[in-house]
């Protein structure tokens, strides 16, 4: 990654650390476990060691003593950012994770109403249950597998009423993290009719419309599907464009707000461009 562009970046970041501990992207002293995420994982990435022991505590202090978490995604900022901090949770979440798989049994009847958030919630579950030590039921991982498969389409796309390319990666995340052989499904053909000569990659067949996270959907989606895009040039492009005077990046290049959420999107999606054969 050009250096500069790297400089930009770590600096917005920072901008961004509460002195309470934690990353709020409109600078506040309100820190969000998204937010502390998001900025841990771009400084990972730039490979940038940061340690603040604010930060830490703030962590760890968002689970309960009975090893719960306000919620599944509260659950997936606080272990993975500590995780990245080289530090754990205080106390044992493994039974918090389990009972929520057992909750919700991945039954098409419980998804929540938001099509992406279920989708989103799923993996975070599966990433927190794939990360416990004692993750060994093949039961269970066979279920999830196969609650996965039921939103394959026949446009070899994955969505729960019609496929999108954020919801083929995340499908594919989940797989990929149930050891799920995803290189012998043919989503290729779907991310191919995602391509789109002015962006790079749009979200649905036959739009045009680009988003910085559907960048990164389609960037994500190639790499765990083993297909080359045809328009690596225009990705790239369409994200310096996002970046803006702050150092952050925003979701469009028509302007707006940098947050610390776009700016991992952005970071993420260049290593992914530069890993490429």
């Not at 970041?13 to 771009?42: H, K, M, R, V, W």
């Amino acid at each position: 990654m050009d250096r500069k562009i790297k400089h930009l970046v770590t600096k917005y970041i920072l901008q961004c650390l509460c002195p309470s501990g934690g990353f709020c992207f409109y600078g506040l002293d309100e820190p969000n476990g998204a937010d502390t995420y998001f900025a841990l994982s771009t400084l990972n990435l730039l490979d940038f060691n940061f340690a603040d022991e604010n930060t830490t505590v703030y962590l760890q202090n968002l689970q309960r003593h009975d090893g719960s978490f306000e919620s599944i995604f509260a659950a997936f900022y606080a272990v993975n950012s500590l995780r990245i901090l080289g530090k754990t949770p205080l106390f044992d979440q493994s039974d918090y994770v389990t009972t929520n798989i057992s909750q919700y049994k991945f039954d098409v009847n419980k998804l929540p109403a938001e099509m992406t958030a279920a989708f989103k919630r799923t993996f975070y579950l599966v990433s927190l249950y794939h990360d416990l030590a004692n993750a060994v039921d093949n039961t269970i991982g066979e279920g999830m597998i196969q609650f996965i498969l039921q939103f394959a389409n026949a446009d070899k796309g994955f969505g729960i009423s019609r496929s999108s390319l954020a919801e083929t990666a995340l499908a594919l995340k989940i797989l990929k993290l149930l050891n799920y052989p995803v290189g012998q499904l043919s989503t290729p053909d779907f991310i191919h009719a995602c391509e789109t000569l002015t962006g790079g990659f749009t979200n649905i067949p036959g739009t045009s419309l680009s988003f910085i996270e559907y960048i990164h959907a389609g960037l994500t989606a190639s790499s765990l599907a083993y297909y080359h895009p045809l328009y690596p040039e225009q990705c790239l492009a369409f994200i310096l464009n996002c970046q803006t005077r702050t150092g952050g990046f925003s979701r469009t290049t028509h302007g707006g707000i940098a947050t610390l959420e776009y700016t991992f999107l952005a970071v993420d999606s260049l290593t992914l461009l530069r890993r490429r054969p």
